[in-house]
C-alpha cells in the first residue's frame, strides 16, 4: 500500500509539472489554445487525501481554475474500472457551495474530477439548515479539507433580490439574499440590477455574508475552522473570462 502511494504521488507531482510547463507557455500567448495529453485515470484514496493539507487544497483548486481558464484541459478516463472504484467509498479534498446558474459548471471552473468535490447548489448560493447540515457531512464525516462559497457574474438570484422579487415560492428564497443587498447600500451609483458593479457588489457581500453564517451557525465547522482542520474561502466567478477572485 505505502509503494502505490508513493507511485501515485510521484505520478500527480509529474502530472502537475507538466501542467505548469503547459500553462506557462499558454500565459506567454494568451491566444493558444492547449490541450494537455495527460491522462488521469485514478480515484482520489483516504490517505492521499488525508496526507493534504487545507491550503494544499486551496492550490490544487486555483491551480485547476487556471487551466481551465487558459483552455488547458485534463484528459481524465471515466472507464468502468475508474467508475467501479469510485463505489469503493469518497474522500473528496473540498466541498464547493454554488449558485444554481446552469453557466457555472463546478468540477469544471476547478478542473476536478470523480470523487474529487462535493458540490452543494441553491439558487443565491446561501445556506440553511440543510446546506449547513450537507457542509458538515462533508468536512466532518467525509474528510473535505476547504468550503468554498461561490458566487458569480450576473447573478439572477442576486438581482431578484435587488428587484425584490414576489414570485411564488421565489419570494422566501430571495429573503436569504436581502442582507447582502442591505449590506451594500452604501454604493456610490445607481443600485439596480441593471448596474453590474452594483450587482457584482451584493454578489460579493452574499458570499461574505454566507461564510459568517456558516461559521456563526455550525459550531462544528467553527471548531474545525479553529482547530485548522478546514479553511473557509470565498470565490466570485466571471461568466465571460472563467476567472475566479477569491475572497479569503
Do not use: W
Not at 26 to 40: C, F, Q, V
Amino acid at each position: 500500500m505505502k509503494n502505490k502511494l508513493i507511485k501515485t504521488v510521484m505520478l500527480l507531482a509529474g502530472t502537475c509539472l507538466f501542467v505548469s510547463c503547459k500553462l506557462g507557455a499558454t500565459l506567454e500567448n494568451p491566444k493558444a489554445k492547449i490541450k494537455s495529453e495527460s491522462m488521469i485515470g485514478h480515484i482520489t484514496t483516504k490517505e492521499e487525501r488525508d496526507l493534504l493539507t487545507p491550503d494544499l487544497v486551496l492550490q490544487d483548486f486555483k491551480a485547476g481554475n487556471e487551466r481551465f481558464k487558459n483552455s488547458i484541459f485534463t484528459n481524465r478516463v471515466h472507464s468502468e474500472e475508474i467508475r467501479k472504484a469510485a463505489t469503493d467509498g469518497q474522500f473528496p479534498k473540498a466541498m464547493v457551495l454554488s449558485c444554481l446558474d446552469s453557466r457555472v459548471p463546478v468540477e469544471d471552473v476547478f478542473d476536478q474530477g470523480i470523487g474529487d468535490v462535493f458540490v452543494g447548489r441553491v439558487a443565491g448560493n446561501f445556506v440553511n439548515t440543510d446546506l449547513l447540515g450537507s457542509i458538515e457531512f462533508a468536512c466532518k464525516v467525509a474528510g473535505a479539507k476547504l468550503i468554498i462559497v461561490m458566487g458569480h457574474q450576473h447573478c439572477g438570484a442576486i438581482k431578484g433580490a435587488i428587484d425584490d422579487v414576489h414570485l411564488g415560492n421565489i419570494t422566501s428564497m430571495l429573503a436569504n439574499l436581502k442582507p447582502a443587498v442591505k449590506m451594500s447600500q452604501n454604493f456610490q451609483g445607481e443600485k439596480s440590477s441593471k448596474n453590474e458593479a452594483f450587482v457584482k457588489l451584493v454578489a460579493q457581500n452574499n458570499i461574505k455574508y454566507t461564510i459568517d453564517q456558516i461559521v456563526a451557525n455550525s459550531e462544528i465547522l467553527r471548531t474545525m475552522k479553529n482547530n485548522g482542520e478546514i479553511k473557509i474561502v470565498g470565490a466570485f466567478y466571471t461568466l465571460r473570462t472563467g476567472n475566479l477572485e477569491f475572497l479569503e
